[in-house]
């Protein structure tokens, strides 16, 4: 099952407004990540939030994590058609003493000009 | 500055036969990972290999085989591939991993289609 699942799992939205992602896990953790993929190519690291932060900012990017409700957000602002991505939360979990990534389906975002 | 690539870019093959597909980073990143995307499953994990000679099974394994002699690459082996492994392969490479998980740089990714 997956750790993280992001919500919703797609959004349309015109240039210039915010667009706001959702990304909720079930167990504890150390870090979570935010992932952005444009179609047809590999995924692209946006920014890291440790488990003891509840904000963080790079560019027009803007994540919250909320640990005790198990869930994070990502904002963008300011939105631009560049931006039209799928974006993925991802979220560590410890197996065979190795603590690796588990990533969520993503979310879709559409920005129109 | 390469940093990780694939190959083949596109592959297409018949069931029962076996194909690779080749990462290879130019970073000399200690861990490496294949992942499988598919439609309403995002990303999950095949193998992973903390170092060379070291490798090991993530959620999906099943069918899939590799190997890491040398640190820059990762090759992934289906031995007899079916039709519920047609689907898009990434390769991923990190610094570290262990007790902090860190960013991981992902290739292009491959799209193989099995007939």
């Known amino acids: 099952s997956q750790q993280g699942e992001e919500d919703p799992q797609a959004l349309s939205i015109q240039e210039g407004e915010n667009a706001t992602m959702n990304c909720s896990y079930k167990?504890?953790?150390?870090?979570l990540q935010w992932y952005r993929q444009n179609s047809g190519r590999g995924l692209v690291h946006l920014i890291l939030?440790?488990?003891?932060?509840r904000e963080k900012h790079s560019g027009r990017l803007r994540v919250t994590l909320d640990t005790s409700k198990k869930s994070s957000s990502l904002l963008i602002t300011a939105s631009r058609a560049a931006d039209t991505a799928s974006y993925f939360c991802a979220t560590d979990a410890i197996s065979g003493g190795y603590n690796k990534l588990i990533f969520g389906a993503g979310t879709r975002l559409a920005v129109h000009p | 500055d390469a940093g990780i690539t694939q190959s083949p870019r596109y592959k297409i093959t018949e069931t029962g036969r076996q194909v690779t597909l080749m990462c290879h980073q130019t970073?000399?990143?200690?861990?490496m990972f294949w992942y499988r995307q598919d439609l309403g499953h995002g990303l999950r994990l095949i193998y992973y290999s903390a170092a060379a000679d070291i490798t090991d099974k993530g959620e999906v394994p099943d069918g899939y085989v590799v190997s890491r002699s040398k640190t820059e690459n990762f090759p992934l082996t289906l031995e007899s591939a079916t039709r519920s492994q047609t689907s898009v392969y990434f390769c991923?490479?990190?610094?570290?991993?262990?007790?902090?998980?860190?960013?991981?740089?992902f290739g292009p990714g491959t799209r193989l289609t099995v007939l």
């Open positions: 939030i440790r488990s003891n932060e």
């Open positions: 167990t504890s953790i150390n870090n």
């Open positions: 970073w000399s990143h200690s861990y």
């Open positions: 991923a490479s990190s610094r570290g991993g262990g007790a902090s998980t860190d960013t991981q740089y």
